[in-house]
């Protein structure tokens, strides 16, 4: 474990013992209270392999979320593999903030564009035993894994997957309560300066945002959006700590002006728009 620590740790790794923790609880499929309980526990050959294999991935940059093929999410564990961005804390705000929209006991139709993971909508419709949710993303390979964790918390009745470019699949739609996405909105010339681990690893089709404000795709989800809520209907997307100002520019006619919600670091992350009317929630 030593020895781990101190590769990882001359590799670059902010947290090497966490990480070799983590990754030993992977391969020996146990909790870290294990390691604690039995310090001595021998390692046999093939565990010892398997950890070196992972080990060097870790090395190498790669993120540990990928290596275990699990990440946490609004306490809960999501499948994760490249074909998807691992689920980020930040976007934890926009759970919160949507769940603040929808009353508990209410029945209520959502859409969560460029799924990904599936954590957006699976996180809703477990939170909210009403909720209906329709997730799109425009990767089939994403969906496969969003399917296995539709799958995995065995909501086939209330998320159902569509493929195809952001709303696009959507058009039968009316009466829609929320729309949520965390689309790809990293401008491409900041895309090299994203941590290695982001740029090298994570799927650059759900980072790099379209047009010169990286905000497109978000500007494409409210226009076509917009027609399918019903009156009082919210939009909640999510955005980069330095892009308010973009939006501040776009004018909607048929939704007031955008609400900002900042992150718990205090950065404006989320965009909020209302089609005028009354909202489940009054
Ligand atoms: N927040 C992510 C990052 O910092 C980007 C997510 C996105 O583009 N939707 O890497």
Redesign the pocket.
């Known amino acids: 474990m030593v020895v781990g620590k101190k590769h990882l740790a001359q590799a670059g790794c902010a947290s090497p013992a966490l990480d070799v923790e983590i990754l030993l609880c992977h391969i020996l499929r146990v909790e870290r209270l294990f390691l604690y309980t039995w310090p001595h526990h021998a390692l046999s050959k093939n565990n010892l392999d398997a950890f070196e294999l992972c080990l060097g991935r870790r090395e190498s940059g790669e993120p540990i979320a990928y290596i275990t093929g699990l990440k946490e999410f609004y306490n809960r564990q999501f499948k994760v593999n490249h074909d998807v ?1 691992i689920p ?1 804390p ?1 976007t934890e705000k926009l759970i919160e903030t949507a769940l603040l929209f929808l009353p508990l006991g209410a029945s209520a139709s959502i859409i969560d564009v460029c799924t990904g993971s599936g954590c957006i909508a699976i996180t809703l419709a477990l939170e909210r035993p009403g909720a209906f949710v329709i997730a799109t993303d425009i990767s089939l390979k994403a969906l496969k894994i969003a399917a296995d964790n539709v799958e995995c918390y065995q909501l086939g009745e209330r998320v159902s997957l569509r493929s195809g470019d952001l709303l696009e699949s959507c058009q039968d739609l009316q009466n829609v309560d929320l729309i949520v996405a ?5 401008k491409a010339q900041a895309m090299p300066s ?1 941590m290695r681990d ?1 740029y090298e690893f994570e799927p650059h089709l ?2 790099l ?1 379209e047009g010169v404000d990286g905000l497109a795709h978000h500007k494409r989800i409210i226009e076509a959006g917009a027609r399918l809520l019903k009156p009082g209907g919210r939009f909640i997307l ?1 955005i980069g700590y330095d892009q308010k100002s973009d939006v501040e520019m776009w004018a909607f006619d048929k939704l007031l002006p955008p609400r900002f919600i900042r992150d718990d670091a205090d950065h404006i992350r989320l965009i909020v728009y209302e089609k005028p009317g009354v909202f489940l929630n009054g």
Do not use: S, T
């Not at 965390?182 to 990293?186: A, E, F, G, S």
């Open positions: 961005l980020r930040d965390n689309p790809p909105y990293i994203l982001v759900a980072l945002g999510e």
